[in-house]
C-alpha cells in the first residue's frame, strides 16, 4: 500500500506570506502527482498536476514541484490571501490506476 | 468544471437498509471512482471503474458493491447500511490519455450519508 504523507497538518500565516506545503509518497514508481484544494463542505477542486516527466508545474500564484527521487512534492503558494484558506491535498497516482490521498494540510491565512 | 453530480446530496437512513448512490459524468471518461472521506483517515478508495461492466476494489471495498451499466452511471450500493459507514462520499472521474500517463482526476460534489 502506498503511504502519502503531509506536513504539517495544519498552517496559519499572515496574509501577503509566501508558503510551502509539503507532500512526502512512498510509491517510487509514480505515474503522476495532482495538488487539489477543499473547502468546507465541498468537493475536491483540482490545482495542478505533475506528470512524472515533469519537475514542476504553475497556475497563477501556485508553483508545484516533483522530486521523483526523494519522493517529495511541494505546493508553492506565493502572496498569500484569505481566499486561500482551505485544506490542500496530494495525491499520486500508481499502478493499477488507482490514487493514494495525504490527509491533507489545513490552510489558514489571517487578514 | 466536470460535468460530474450525485445524488442524492444528503440522505439520512437507518442500520440495516439498502443504499444506493448515483454518480453520473458528461466528460465520457473511462474511470470512475468511489471514495468515502472521514475525519483523520482522509480519502480512502471504495471501488473503481475502468470502463462498462469492469470495476475492481479498493482500500474499504467490504460492505459496498458497485455497478456500472454505462459509460456515464457508476452507482455504490451499501448493501446493508451500518454507523460506521456514516461518511461523505465522493465520485471522481479520471480519463485514460496518451496511454494512461496523464490521468488528471476531478471530483463531484459529494453526498453526506448519516445512519442512524
Known amino acids: 500500500k502506498q503511504e502519502v504523507t503531509q506536513i504539517p497538518a495544519a498552517l496559519s500565516v499572515p496574509e501577503g506570506e509566501n508558503l510551502v506545503l509539503n507532500c512526502s509518497f512512498t510509491?517510487?514508481?509514480?505515474?503522476?502527482l495532482q495538488w487539489f484544494r477543499q473547502d468546507p463542505g465541498k468537493g475536491l477542486t483540482s490545482l495542478l498536476l505533475?506528470?512524472?516527466?515533469?519537475r514542476e508545474q504553475t497556475s497563477g500564484r501556485l508553483n508545484a514541484s516533483l522530486d521523483k527521487s526523494s519522493g517529495r512534492s511541494t505546493l508553492y503558494i506565493a502572496a498569500s490571501q484569505p481566499g486561500d484558506s482551505a485544506t490542500y491535498l496530494c495525491?499520486?497516482?500508481?499502478?493499477?490506476?488507482?490514487?493514494?490521498f495525504g490527509t491533507g494540510t489545513s490552510l489558514t491565512v489571517i487578514p | 468544471d466536470a460535468g460530474i453530480t450525485q445524488s442524492p446530496r444528503h440522505k439520512v437512513t437507518e442500520t440495516g437498509t439498502p443504499v444506493t448512490l448515483r454518480c453520473h459524468q458528461t466528460?465520457?471518461?473511462?474511470?470512475m471512482y468511489w471514495y468515502r472521506q472521514d475525519p483523520g483517515h482522509g480519502l480512502r478508495l471504495i471501488h473503481y471503474?475502468?470502463?462498462?461492466?469492469?470495476?475492481d476494489k479498493g482500500e474499504v471495498s467490504d460492505g459496498y458493491s458497485v455497478s456500472r451499466s454505462k459509460t456515464e452511471d457508476f452507482l455504490l450500493t451499501l448493501e446493508s447500511a451500518t454507523s460506521s459507514q456514516t461518511s461523505v462520499y465522493f465520485c471522481?472521474?479520471?480519463?485514460?490519455?496518451?496511454?494512461?500517463?496523464?490521468?488528471?482526476?476531478?471530483f463531484g460534489p459529494g453526498t453526506r450519508l448519516t445512519v442512524l
Open positions: 495525491a499520486e497516482l500508481g499502478e493499477g490506476n488507482q490514487f493514494y
Open positions: 510509491d517510487s514508481a509514480i505515474y503522476n
Open positions: 471503474s475502468y470502463g462498462v461492466k469492469d470495476t
Open positions: 466528460e465520457n471518461h473511462r474511470y
Open positions: 471522481a472521474i479520471s480519463a485514460d490519455l496518451a496511454g494512461g500517463i496523464y490521468n488528471e482526476q476531478f
Open positions: 505533475i506528470q512524472s516527466s515533469q
